[in-house]
């Protein structure tokens, strides 16, 4: 299985595989990067687990990333 496809099909049971990943928590390494650009750790919370993120700080650093990856 390839590390950069976001899921591959299994021949066998004729679905979708996904790659185990590392959730993101405040300790982990990605989480961590989260923390150096001022995001909360209720904020890396909720995005780890999928929630929506409330706080407007968090949004824009959220927003920002994105546009950075776009642009």
């Not at 099909?9 to 405040?26: C, E, G, H, L």
């Not at 923390?35 to 929630?51: A, F, N, Y």
């Amino acid at each position: 299985m390839s590390k950069w496809k976001v899921s591959e099909m299994d021949s066998k049971s004729n679905s979708y595989i996904r790659p185990k990943v590392q959730p993101i928590t405040a300790g982990s390494k990605a989480g961590l990067q989260l923390k150096r650009l001022g995001m909360s750790d209720t904020g890396i919370r909720q995005l780890s687990s999928g929630q929506p993120v409330n706080n407007k700080n968090d949004q824009a650093i959220i927003a920002r990333i994105i546009s950075e990856a776009l642009g």
